[in-house]
C-alpha cells in the first residue's frame, strides 16, 4: 500500500480541502501518514496571502524534498496558482496544481515515478459554476470537522489576492453539503466548521447560507455548528437572531475589521465603514450575552497615518471584540495596493502591530475574566500534560484534570475556574 503525507499552509478553507484529498487518496489504496514520515507522495497544499505565506510554502516543499529524496512531490493551492515558475524551480517538485484542478490530485497521481521537470496542470481561468465535492473528509484525530461550503470571491478587496488565486465566488451544491455532513455526523464528528472563502455570500438555487445553517442544524448527530470567518456585510440581524435561538449553533462570531478608519476602509475597497460595523458588533452582543467575537485587524496599510492607527485602536478597544488577528500589511502584486503610497515603514509597521496585539491580549484576559464562575458546555478533543482539552462554543479553550474516563470527542458540562497561561482551568458541573 503507497504511502501519502499531506501538509497544509492557510486557512480552514485549505484544510476542509486537504481533509477531502485525503479521503480520496485513502479511496484509492493510500494510506495516510503523519507529513515529515517516509511517504511515496507528499502533498503541500499552499496559502498565498502574504510574503510570509508565500516563504512558508517553499520551506514546506524544501523539508519534504529533504527528508524524502524519493517522495513524489505535488505542489497545489493558491500559491500554485499564483507562482508556478517560482515553484518549478525548487528542486524536488514532481507536480504543480492550480486551484481549478487540485480537487482531483487523485486522477494524477496514479503514477508516482520522480519527474525530471514538474506537470504542471493550471488554468488562469476558475470556474464561476456550482460545484460538488466527491469525497468527504478525512479527520483521523479531531472531533470537529471543516466542511467546504464555498470557494471564490467577488469583493475584491485592495490589499487581497485571494480573489485572483481563488477565482469568481461560487457555492457548492446544497444537497452535497447535507450529504457530507450525514456522513461526517455517523462517523463521530460531533461539529462542523463552515468554510469557505466568503461564507456568508453563499448562494444555490433558492438556498441562501441562513438556510444552510438550519439544514445543517437538523443532521443526526451533529451537536455544534460552528461559522469560520464571515464578511461583516453577509452577518444579518436575522442570522445574529437565529444563532440568539438555537442550540446547536456556536455563540462565536469571527467578523474581520481590517481597518477602523473609513478613508483607509474606502481605501481597501471594503463594503462597510466604522459605523456599520460597531453596529453589527454591538446588535450580536446584546442578542447574545457572553458571545465570543473575533476579528481580523491589519496594520501599515499604504497610506495609513497615525491617526488612521489610533482611529483602528479606538474602535476596536470601545466594542466586545476578544479575539483579535493581528497582521501587517503585505504588497502583493496584482493586487490594488501594490502601487499606492505612501508605504509604511518596516519599523512602523512592527511597532503598530505590538501595540494591536497588546491590546487584544488585554481584551482577551478581560473576556476570560467575565466568564469566570460561568458554567458551559466543552466539547473536549486532546489529552496532555494529565488533562483533557477543549473548546466551549465561545471559542474558549478549557483544560480539566484527567479522570478515570476518557473525554476525547466527548461534552461535558464546566465550570471555569481560573485563568492559567493560555488555557482556562475547569471543573466538570
Known amino acids: 500500500m503507497p504511502k501519502a503525507a499531506l501538509y497544509t499552509l492557510g486557512c480552514r478553507l485549505n484544510q476542509a480541502e486537504t481533509a477531502n484529498i485525503a479521503r480520496d487518496l485513502q479511496n484509492r489504496g493510500f494510506e495516510i501518514v503523519p507529513f515529515g514520515e517516509a511517504a511515496d507522495l507528499t502533498v503541500v497544499n499552499t496559502c498565498t496571502v502574504t510574503e510570509k505565506a508565500d516563504a512558508r510554502c517553499r520551506q514546506a516543499v524544501r523539508k519534504s524534498v529533504r527528508k ?36 482531483q490530485l487523485a486522477d494524477y497521481v496514479e503514477t508516482l515515478d520522480k519527474m525530471s521537470e514538474p506537470r504542471v496542470v493550471h488554468s488562469s481561468k476558475i470556474s464561476r459554476e456550482s460545484f460538488t465535492i466527491e ?23 485592495s ?29 463521530g464528528h ?41 464578511e461583516p456585510t453577509t452577518v444579518t440581524r436575522e442570522l445574529i437572531d437565529y444563532m440568539a435561538a438555537s442550540a446547536v449553533v456556536c455563540p462565536y462570531l469571527h467578523i474581520p475589521l481590517q481597518s477602523g478608519d473609513d478613508g483607509i476602509l474606502n481605501s481597501m475597497r471594503r463594503k462597510h465603514d466604522a459605523a456599520f460595523f460597531r453596529e453589527i458588533i454591538e446588535y450580536a452582543a446584546e442578542k447574545i450575552p457572553h458571545i465570543g467575537i473575533g476579528t481580523d485587524i491589519m496594520v501599515g496599510y499604504p497610506g ?36 499606492m503610497k505612501p508605504k509604511v515603514s518596516p519599523d512602523e509597521k512592527k511597532r503598530r502591530m505590538r501595540s494591536m496585539t497588546d491590546l487584544g491580549q488585554r481584551r482577551k484576559m478581560q473576556f476570560i475574566r467575565e466568564n469566570l464562575g460561568r458554567e458551559y458546555d466543552v466539547l473536549f ?8 482539552f477543549g473548546l466551549t462554543g465561545n471559542y474558549i479553550r478549557v483544560a480539566v484534570r484527567e479522570g478515570e474516563q476518557p473525554l476525547h470527542n466527548v461534552i461535558k458540562r464546566v465550570r471555569l475556574v481560573r ?9 466538570i458541573v
Open 304 to 339: 495609513e497615518d497615525e491617526q488612521a492607527f489610533k482611529n483602528s485602536k479606538a474602535l476596536l478597544a470601545d466594542l466586545p471584540v476578544s479575539f483579535y488577528h493581528v497582521f501587517t500589511y503585505s504588497d502583493r502584486k496584482g493586487t490594488g495596493s501594490y502601487k
Open 135 to 157: 469525497s468527504v473528509g478525512f479527520y483521523d484525530t479531531h472531533t470537529r470537522a471543516n466542511i467546504k461550503i464555498q470557494d471564490g470571491c467577488n469583493f475584491v478587496c
Open 159 to 187: 490589499f487581497c489576492i485571494i480573489a485572483t488565486a481563488r477565482g469568481p465566488a461560487r457555492s457548492r451544491d446544497f444537497q452535497d453539503i447535507l450529504q457530507e455532513a450525514h456522513k461526517l455526523a455517523e462517523m
Open 190 to 230: 460531533r461539529e462542523l466548521v463552515l468554510s469557505g472563502v466568503n461564507i456568508g455570500t453563499y448562494k444555490n438555487e433558492d438556498k441562501n447560507f441562513l438556510d444552510l445553517v438550519a439544514a445543517l442544524e437538523q443532521v443526526p448527530g451533529i451537536e455544534r455548528i460552528r461559522i469560520s470567518s464571515i
Open 68 to 103: 524524502n529524496p524519493d517522495t513524489f512531490v505535488a505542489v497545489i493551492g493558491c500559491y500554485a496558482q499564483m507562482a508556478v515558475e517560482d515553484i518549478r524551480r525548487i528542486e524536488g517538485v514532481d507536480l504543480i496544481m492550480g486551484n481549478e484542478h487540485k480537487m
Open 381 to 388: 478533543e486532546e489529552n496532555r500534560d494529565g488533562c483533557w
Open 419 to 427: 485563568r492559567e497561561e493560555d488555557y482556562v482551568m475547569g471543573e
